[in-house]
């Protein structure tokens, strides 16, 4: 067997959002977990709303998420080759052309509904003789293209959903070529799928119907193997509607620049709507481990924002310095100090927007919260000299208690509020070597250091 080849096919026509990602995720993970190949195959044969520039965000996007396509094909460079296909078709006599304009169709299935009939193509174009087409061409009629379904069930064994088959017998006959000579999605997704060798498709089930007309054009096409296709549930939004129609707060795109974890996305697409437990993960390849696309459930998965928000802050806190040293030098923390100090603050964290006002705390000015003067003069007396450590807290605030006969709250509420300016926030014991004995000391003193 061939390592596994995969695509994920998005339509430049806007941003990815959580829905796709979770596709393109599902196609990496499986790909990765079997040592295969992943294609980025942008279908952008739609030229009227397909743009360069989301071309380009679905590629930052991607990356973002930690997906590194091996190949990046474009449909739009491959008309040739579909044109070639669709003649090929044309030869073997399962691709005709139709006359019948929008107006006509609507009516016809209006007409099929009022007789209770289900709204199929009834293939008049197929009974044309030339004289008709050549009448029909001369009043300026142009033909799009529709591939003719052979009657039978079609049968595959989906990774997901187990047997599943489809009688061609209810679906229309597809068009694949539009009147101006452009493809719908359809046979290009199968010419590409046959020209690059893609071993398993994996895509959402609102493709199942395709994939049983996908089969046909296939073997019409090629006596390669089928691919091996699996449908994921979708995800559906709290109240149950689909995504789609709330792409903007949902795209990748936003989500970054809210804050949320790249893995804690990839964590929830991936496990989310199967029999796994979302949980936190610190790299990709550990939602390799274990992966089973039959272990995603057949019913719709939920996707609630504040279940991603909270894993992203859980994933947050596991992250270990190394994977994080670049985004942190991006806000100038660096130096010796900034791997305590990931570790010191990371926890508090609900996003890395967080981390500068943190940093601020450790390096920075900030003008400290007093609420008891006499008792911090006394807590700022009591600073030993440096070198300070991560006991030097304990040290400290013993002597103070020794010397106040303060303690709980009362000792250590004072001191945080005058050393951070916050009421809450990371272990004193590991912030105060990080903060240092000169603006300790102003700090306490009530002076903005
Ligand atoms: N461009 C198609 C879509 O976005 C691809 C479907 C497929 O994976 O075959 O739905």
Not at 76 to 100: H, K, N
Not at 146 to 159: G, I, N, S
Not at 248 to 267: F, K, N, P, V, Y
Not at 289 to 308: C, K, Q, Y
Request: proline fraction near 6%.
């Amino acid at each position: 067997m061939p390592p596994p080849l995969v695509r994920f096919a998005p339509s430049p026509t806007g941003r990815i959002h959580i829905g796709n990602a979770r596709t393109a995720l599902l196609n990496y993970v499986f790909a990765r977990s079997q040592g295969g190949g992943f294609v980025l195959r942008f279908d952008d044969t739609d030229r009227e709303r397909s743009r360069e520039e989301f071309v380009q965000a679905i590629e930052v996007d991607l990356a973002w998420l930690g997906i590194r396509p091996d190949v990046t094909v474009r449909q739009s460079a491959r008309e040739a080759i579909y044109a070639a296909a669709a003649q090929r078709l044309r030869d073997i006599g399962r691709l005709y052309p139709c006359y019948e304009t929008a107006e006509e169709l609507e009516r016809r299935r209006r007409l099929q509904q009022a007789r209770g009939l289900p709204p199929i193509y009834d293939r008049a174009a197929l009974k044309l003789a030339p004289a008709d087409r050549t009448r029909l061409e001369a009043e300026g009629r142009r033909p799009h293209w529709r591939f003719q379904l052979a009657p039978e069930t079609v049968h595959w064994r989906d990774l997901v959903r187990g047997d599943s088959h489809i009688d061609t017998a209810s679906l229309s006959d597809p068009v694949l070529v539009r009147e101006d000579g452009s493809y719908l999605y359809t046979l290009p997704s199968v010419v590409d799928d046959i020209e690059l060798d893609i071993t398993h498709v994996i895509r959402g089930e609102d493709h199942v119907t395709n994939t049983a007309v996908q089969i046909q054009i296939f073997k019409a096409l090629t006596d390669k193997p089928v691919p091996a296709f699996g449908h994921h549930n979708l995800l559906v939004a709290a109240g149950g509607e689909g995504l789609s129609k709330r792409t903007g707060a949902l795209s990748i795109g936003s989500l970054r620049d809210s804050g949320i974890e790249a893995l804690a996305i990839a964590a929830l697409a991936v496990l989310t709507g199967s029999s796994h437990e979302v949980h936190p993960i610190v790299s990709l390849a550990e939602l390799s481990e274990n992966f089973d696309l039959a272990h995603i459930s057949r019913t719709p998965a939920r996707f609630d924002p504040a279940e991603l928000k909270a894993l992203s802050q859980r994933t947050l806190h596991k992250l270990d310095f190394e994977s994080v040293r670049d985004r942190l030098a991006a806000y100038d923390i660096t130096g010796f100090k900034a791997e305590p100090f990931w570790l010191a603050a990371r926890g508090n964290l609900e996003t890395l927007l967080d981390v500068a006002d943190w940093w601020r705390v450790v390096e920075g000015e900030i003008e400290p919260v007093v609420e008891d003067r006499a008792f911090l003069q006394t807590a700022s007396e009591s600073l030993p000299e440096e070198p300070w450590d991560e006991t030097t807290w304990k040290s400290w605030t013993s002597a103070i208690a020794h010397e106040t006969g303060r303690k709980g709250r009362a000792l250590f509420h004072p001191l945080r509020l005058a050393l951070t300016a916050r009421e809450t926030g990371p272990e004193l014991a590991k912030l105060l070597p990080l903060i240092g004995r000169a603006k300790a000391s102003a700090r306490l003193r009530g002076l903005a250091a």
